[in-house]
């Protein structure tokens, strides 16, 4: 099993970009799918969660600018970021709790990161 995030780049800022978290091999349930972020010299920190009823949460610091939506037919995460600021600049991972097979219960997976710089 493997959670793959791509979508990071450089962009300057106002402008917005779309990270995709793919989660690919055998799976039983995806429950929470979150995102994260990590900037140099800083605390990872929680970006964004969306549990498998859809419901959201989001750091006060992303609010109105960032939306986290799933595809469940196609095991995907998504993150819309729009309105980025240079303070958004972090490496950003994917994370999801699965269940590989029912009956095995959840753990907690991560995926690769990957960069998303916005210049000033």
């Known amino acids: 099993v493997q959670l793959q995030a791509s979508g990071g780049g450089l962009v300057q800022a106002g402008g917005s970009l779309r990270l995709s978290c793919a989660v690919t091999?055998?799976?039983?349930?995806?429950?929470?799918m979150n995102w994260y972020r990590q900037a140099p010299g800083k605390q990872r920190e929680l970006v964004a969660t969306?549990?498998?009823?859809?419901?959201?949460n989001y750091a006060d610091s992303v609010k109105g600018r960032f939306t986290i939506s799933r595809d469940n037919a196609k095991n995907t995460l998504y993150l819309q970021m729009n309105s980025l600021k240079p303070e958004d600049t972090a490496v950003y991972h994917c994370?999801?709790?699965?269940?590989?097979?029912?009956?095995?219960?959840?753990?907690?997976?991560w995926g690769q990161g990957t960069q998303v710089t916005v210049s000033s």
């Open positions: 994370n999801a709790d699965l269940e590989l097979s029912r009956g095995w219960g959840f753990r907690n997976y």
């Open positions: 969306i549990t498998n009823g859809d419901r959201t």
């Open positions: 091999g055998s799976i039983g349930r995806i429950k929470s």
